[in-house]
């Protein structure tokens, strides 16, 4: 008797799954993710932001999704470009603000249907007094940018990488 239970449990599973892509989604294998060339068009002085950024992402994988990352031979790779970034004054007030735009690539080397470009813009204001170009204000704005790819790798619902 228990056995029909267990399996008319495994039957009706198996059915809402064909039709529940988030229950089908349990059955996917997990994606690897490969961290391939970031490079920069910009000159941000005493800093290399998009080696920085590599890091930075990596680090932030193997904190959250230690599985997923590998070296090389990644289901996807993520790549980008810093393209550009502008100072920028706010009125009547002592600030200003930097804004770094980055473009990313997602290769999805096993559903190419699923390859995106996407430019993110990060911004962080700052005091006029302050250097714009100081470790702090950069690291803040690698860590946003951070957190912006993320979020879209591994939590937009048209990109399925599973997390385990």
């Not at 970031?38 to 000159?43: G, I, K, T």
């Not at 990596?58 to 993520?78: A, R, S, T």
Request: proline share 3%.
């Amino acid at each position: 008797m228990a056995y029909k239970k267990i399996f008319f449990v495994f039957i009706l599973f198996f059915i809402v799954s064909c039709y529940d892509s988030s229950v089908s989604s349990f059955f996917d294998e997990k994606k690897t993710i490969e961290i391939g060339k970031f490079s920069e068009v910009v000159n941000i002085p005493k800093r290399s932001i998009s080696l920085d950024f590599k890091k930075n992402i990596e680090d932030y994988i193997m904190k959250h999704n230690p599985h997923n990352l590998v070296i090389k031979n990644g289901d996807v790779v993520l790549e980008g470009i810093f393209l550009n970034y502008a100072i920028i004054p706010i009125e009547n007030y002592p600030l200003k603000k930097i804004k770094v735009t980055a473009k990313i690539y997602y290769i999805d080397n096993l559903e190419p249907e699923k390859n995106w470009e996407k430019c993110f813009v990060v911004s962080e204001e700052f005091y006029n007094k302050k250097n714009f170009f100081s470790k702090e204000i950069i690291d803040k704005i690698i860590s946003k940018l951070t957190v912006q790819v993320y979020r879209k790798i591994f939590y937009d619902y048209k990109n399925t990488i599973i997390i385990e």
